[in-house]
């Protein structure tokens, strides 16, 4: 069996957000780091917010094969020179998806490389 190759690409909102959107929200509100105080749709709408703001204005590495870019992995996402998430799913943990991923954004960590936002042409 051949191994699998695994590239880091450009943030694709119309490939990328359903997956984004959905892992991240579901996390936060199942696994919080604190009690969550408020109801579940308000805090939904909040996260979603948030999240949002990070995909626009932040940098964006999405983990996948190479050869199928929908084939998503785990992806990371900075902002102002911070980890502000990181995924990689279950069956590709202990694969070293996050150490890629972690890697692919060292020069938005120490401040080398400006955030950017996604292109909206």
């Not at 996402?77 to 590709?92: N, Y």
Request: proline share 4%; charged share 30%.
């Amino acid at each position: 069996m051949e191994p699998i190759e695994v590239i880091i690409r450009a943030y694709d909102p119309q490939v990328d957000d359903a997956y984004i959107y959905s892992t991240w929200t579901k996390y936060a509100y199942y696994s919080p780091l604190q009690p969550i105080t408020i109801s579940k749709s308000k805090f939904m709408k909040e996260k979603i917010n948030e999240i949002r703001n990070y995909l626009n204005s932040g940098h964006v590495g999405i983990a996948c094969v190479k050869g199928s870019p929908s084939v998503i992995m785990g992806y990371i996402v900075t902002h102002h020179d911070q980890i502000k998430w990181i995924c990689v799913k279950k069956e590709f943990s202990r694969e070293g998806i996050d150490e890629l991923l972690k890697n692919s954004v060292r020069d938005y960590l120490d401040g080398s490389k400006e955030d950017r936002s996604r292109n909206r042409e």
